[in-house]
């Protein structure tokens, strides 16, 4: 009886097991110069809606585990946590991860450093308390500028080597040719995505962005990729 109580004991201080789950998801949302307040309101609208979409929940619990877990991070020349690590099982835990992203005052600021936030995106999976099984950086912009911090191809090589995938959603402006040379989707296919199964969503314009990132999120959840690498949404 002893031994067993030894046991238990020692058990009980003994460190937590992180707790499974299907996919890691860390959501980059861009809140650089040229993200103002407006814009910033709109993608934390459409990341709530999406999360909360009856088919974005139908993908979660047609997962092997039934559960995500994410986060929503803002980027600019920081990096800002606005919804932190939520295990996503159903319609009560995505309404509350909706309701964090809608009630928090805008923390990131200044010029890009995508370098710096692919490898908080990083940081943020390896030191949480969750096991899933496929990770995830969903990385979206407006452009591919980096004025500080890490080069982009420095911090990429570093988040696929610990096997993570990287996806992105480039945000078009009016006149950016998009897949064409020297177009942001282009550049995001280039220089920012990588890993098992990466792939792009193409917010073609404001109207469409609550509509790619909710096929996005399916794709991610699901762990299927577009007919072809790059999704458009128009």
Known sequence: MRHLIVFLLLSLAGPA??????????????????ID????????????????DPEVLAAIANTA???????????????????DWTLIDGPDSAVLF?????????????????????????RLMETNDFDGWRRVIDFSGDSVGN????????????????????????ILRPDDPGRAQ???EAQYEAQIIGGVGAFVVTAENRA??????????ILEISGEMPVRDVAEVK
């Open 208 to 217: 469409s962005f609550a509509e790619a990132v909710k096929r996005k999120l």
């Open 147 to 170: 004025f500080s911090g890490p080069s982009i191809a420095e911090a990429r090589a570093t988040v696929l080597a610990a096997g993570v995938t990287i996806n992105a959603l480039p």
């Open 17 to 34: 097991f992180a707790q499974d789950t299907d996919l890691e998801l860390v959501l980059l949302a861009d809140a650089s110069g040229s």
């Open 37 to 52: 307040q407006s814009e910033i309101d709109f993608q934390r609208e459409g990341y709530a809606q999406a999360i909360t």
């Open 182 to 184: 020297g177009g942001l």
């Open 65 to 83: 585990y039934g559960s995500i877990v994410v986060t929503y991070v803002e980027w600019a020349a920081n990096q800002a946590v606005v919804a």
């Open 98 to 122: 909706a309701a964090e992203l809608l009630n928090k005052p805008r923390q990131a600021y200044g010029r890009n450093a995508i370098g710096a936030a692919l490898l908080e995106g990083l």
